[in-house]
């Protein structure tokens, strides 16, 4: 059974930096797509960050050069590195896993089936 628990999430000011993990379980974690979404109040989920299999990473052009997503295959671990926060980046974080080991376009139908429970990030101006 997958399990995906995020962690690391937190309030921060402005400029501030944070690291969020998400630990998965009850599949082999280096065989598939991961990524990192968002959810702001009253926003549509957003797409953040994904890495494939192979180890290439994709990112919103609202997080580019600030939000670096890595893995440790070893620890079963995805990891979400936020730099340079900004008021807009508060939402809840989510990771997912996909079924396959390339990543999805984004916004495709039923891509990500599996979702940890996600963890707050609150950044403050």
């Known amino acids: 059974q997958v399990h995906l628990v995020e962690s690391g999430g937190g309030s921060v000011q402005a400029g501030g930096s944070l690291r969020l993990s998400c630990a998965a379980s009850?599949?082999?974690?280096?065989?598939?797509?991961m990524g990192w979404f968002r959810q702001a109040p009253g926003k549509e989920r957003e797409e953040v960050a994904t890495i494939d299999a192979y180890g290439t990473s994709t990112y919103a052009d609202s997080v580019k050069g600030r939000f670096t997503i890595s893995k440790d295959n070893a620890k079963n671990t995805l990891y979400l590195q936020m730099n340079s926060l900004k008021s807009e980046d508060t939402a809840v974080y989510y990771c997912?896993?996909?079924?396959?080991?390339?990543?999805?376009?984004?916004?495709?139908?039923?891509?990500?089936?599996?979702w940890g429970q996600g963890t707050q990030v609150t950044v403050s101006s």
């Open positions: 009850g599949y082999p974690f280096s065989m598939f797509c």
């Open positions: 997912a896993r996909d079924v396959g080991g390339y990543c999805p376009q984004p916004g495709l139908h039923n891509a990500f089936p599996y």
